[in-house]
């Protein structure tokens, strides 16, 4: 089945930045639903950006200003880009979208799936 793939994390220092990327390892129909998610540690998993079906993002008031997440559907990718970063977002970053496919069988497929995670650390 198709599984998300996510790239780009890794170590920052303060005010810099890194840019996340998703896709689903295989070939798609469609895009729907997507969203970036963060857990820091010992915290519950938090919303950072989701895109909508009209391209509008709607962020976490933390993030504003500095994230932007976007998508290129041409080539079945969604990013995350993060500038002027800060210790408070380290975390694992989490992709999440809700694709269709065709599957071996020539079956349509609606499915979610969330990438494997991502680490992003900003020491302090």
């Known amino acids: 089945q198709e599984q998300l793939v996510e790239s780009g994390g890794g170590l920052v220092q303060p005010g810099g930045s890194l840019r996340l990327s998703c896709a689903p390892s295989?070939?798609?129909?469609?895009?729907?639903?997507m969203a970036w998610y963060r857990q820091a540690p010992g915290k519950q998993r938090e919303l950072v950006a989701n895109?909508?079906?009209?391209?509008?993002?709607n962020y976490a008031d933390s993030v504003k200003g500095r994230f932007t997440a976007f998508r290129d559907n041409a080539n079945n990718t969604m990013y995350l880009q993060m500038n002027d970063l800060e210790p408070e977002d380290t975390a694992v970053y989490y992709c999440?979208?809700?694709?269709?496919?065709?599957?071996?069988?020539?079956?349509?497929?609606?499915?979610?799936?969330w990438g494997q995670g991502t680490q992003v650390t900003v020491p302090s």
């Open positions: 295989g070939s798609i129909e469609n895009m729907y639903a």
């Open positions: 999440y979208l809700e694709f269709s496919f065709f599957d071996q069988e020539n079956l349509w497929n609606r499915v979610t799936r």
């Open positions: 895109i909508q079906s009209d391209d509008r993002v």
